[in-house]
Structure formats: C-alpha cells, structure tokens
C-alpha cells in the first residue's frame, strides 16, 4: 500500500468488510459477491462516502476485469464511444462478465446519457455497468430504469455509529504513520467533514503534514484559515480589488463550505428581505462550483453577485 502517496488511496479498504458502512449496506453488497455476479447498479450518496471504494471491494473480491472512469473529466461522446465502447465489446480473460465503473456520472450531459443507455443494453451479456452520483435527479429516469439504485445516505443512528468506526479507523492509520495527535481534535475534524471519509483522511493528512507530525486542537486553526468578516466589510464599500484578492487567496480552500458560511451567517451581515435571494444565489454557484473551470472566477462572480443585490443589516 505504500506506493500510493494520498492516504484515501494507501489505506483504501480491499473487501466491503473493511468498508466504514451501515450493515444493510454490507449485507447487501456481499450478496451480491456471494451470487458471483454483480447487476448494473446506480451508487447514490453524498461526496467521499465510500461509493467508488464499494464498487472496486466488490470487483476485486469477485477477481472481475473492470475499468474506471471519471465521468467529470471524461464524459463526453468520445470517450464513450472509444474506451467504454472498446473494453465492453470485448472477452474477458477472467470468468464472468467485465465491469465499467463509471465515476461521478451525474455529470453526463443530456446527449450522452442516452448513448450509456445504448451501451448497457448492447453490451448486456459480456458487461455490466455500476454508476456513483452525488445527484440523482441528473441522471436520466431511462437511465436509471436499467440500474438498481443503492442509496448510501446515512440515518441519524447510523451516522453516530460509522462516526465511531472512522474514529478508530483514523486512529489506526495514524498509528501506522507515525502521527502523535489528541482525540479531541480528531473528533473535531470528523465532526466538520462527516460524512466525507475521504476528506477527513486528506486533511488529516494536511495538517499532520503542516504540524510536524502531530494532530492537536492547536492544528485545527489552520482547517480554517479564511474569515468573512473582512470580506464583509470590503463588499459593503464594494471594493473590488480587496474582494478579487480575497478570492485569489481563499480558492485553494473549499468552496463549498465559503458558500455554506454565507449561508449560516446571512441573519448576522444582511437585512431579512435580502436572504431569500442569497439563498438561491448560494445554491446557484454551489451547483456551478462542481463542474466550473476555473473556480476563482466562479467564487469571485459569487461574491460580487452578492455585493451587487446585498441589502445589508442595518
């Protein structure tokens, strides 16, 4: 496992047992491993979950041939016709059917996905297809007509459960890395990112990167290190130049959460008639953030679009 630099890729569980998911999960998936044999499936659930990890645990665990591919960096006809269409038409050297894992695939576009439709019914007998999407109304009813759907958002209970889990999983790896910390924060450090088992391994990788080795409640100021409250102060006097840097400097941070505080604070910095229209402006680039370019200028549009409507609280 060392070879992979990234512990979400080092420690990346092998068999749905090693999987940080609720038992109807598990039950479910090894199930399917024990009829020897996997349906077309759609993989539904938030970021970093687990999604992409269950479906390779199964594969490998069954010995299948599979390919992976990023539907976000290589959805387009192209690659459809070209990689998916090469590898399903052609035998597996191992028993059984091939598989195509087609990663993040609510973001194929409306011409594309008819043509996946094609594919999964053409190919049927020698390939089958599992899908992971964070959204599951972008995904074409037709399409999904040919998948079971397997929804790994959690309940409150299970969530407290798998908290527990990662916990120890967490604790083991650091363990394994040689990482001093204090429990306390990585308790806290779950709780920000829950359910995202992949970006609480990467930031806890980050910061024991950043601290020398060791993970306290002194590491955590650096998960946060931007604040709007500055920000605020330059969009009220509408200072563009001070805004634009602000987006240059905080880019590399995750957006999702910038947008989320405007969110949390909008009583705090602006007048009640104003926040419904932040609201839809939040969800507006939220939606772009995921599929943009080039982020720094979707966060800087995001910001002036707001310094533009704003009514702030007197």
């Known amino acids: 496992m060392r070879?992979?630099?990234?512990?979400?890729?080092?420690?990346?569980?092998?068999?749905?047992?090693?999987?940080?998911?609720p038992d109807r999960l598990k039950n479910t998936f090894n199930n399917f491993i024990a009829q020897g044999e996997i349906p077309n499936l759609l993989l539904l659930g938030?970021?970093?979950?687990?999604?992409?990890?269950?479906?390779?645990?199964?594969?490998?665990?069954l010995k299948k041939n599979y390919l992976t591919i990023p539907a976000s960096l290589k959805g387009d006809m192209d690659t459809l016709r070209n990689e998916i269409m090469g590898f399903a038409s052609t035998v597996s050297f191992l028993p059984g059917r091939k598989y195509v894992i087609l990663d993040e695939a609510d973001f194929l576009g409306w011409k594309t996905q008819p043509a996946l439709r094609n594919f999964m019914q053409d190919f049927s007998k020698n390939c089958g297809f599992i899908l992971t999407a964070n959204y599951k109304n972008k995904i074409m009813p037709e399409l999904r007509s040919r998948c079971a759907e397997v929804d790994f958002t959690l309940t409150k209970k299970e969530g407290v459960g798998l908290a527990k889990q990662f916990l120890d999983r967490l604790t083991n790896i650091l363990d394994q890395e040689k990482v001093t910390y204090?429990?306390?924060?990585?308790?806290?450090?779950?709780?920000?990112?829950?359910?995202?088992?992949?970006?609480?391994?990467?930031?806890?990788?980050y910061l024991a990167a950043q601290c020398q080795g060791k993970i306290d409640s002194t590491s955590l100021v650096i998960l946060k290190n931007w604040n709007i409250e500055s920000l605020i102060k330059d969009m009220k006097t509408r200072n563009f130049p001070a805004i634009r840097k602000w987006a240059s400097g905080n880019v590399s941070n995750d957006a999702q959460a910038i947008f989320r505080e405007f969110y949390d604070q909008s009583s705090t910095y602006f007048d009640e008639s104003f926040i419904p229209s932040l609201v839809l402006i939040v969800n507006k680039y939220q939606e772009l953030s995921l599929r943009v370019i080039d982020p720094e200028i979707n966060l800087a549009s995001f910001l002036v679009e707001v310094m533009i409507d704003a009514v702030w609280k007197q």
């Open 182 to 205: 204090d429990k306390k924060a990585l308790v806290e450090i779950i709780i920000k990112y829950f359910p995202d088992w992949r970006r609480i391994l990467n930031e806890s990788q």
């Open 46 to 61: 938030p970021h970093g979950i687990g999604k992409t990890t269950t479906a390779k645990a199964m594969l490998e665990s």
């Open 3 to 21: 070879q992979h630099f990234e512990w979400s890729e080092r420690y990346r569980p092998s068999t749905i047992d090693e999987c940080v998911l």
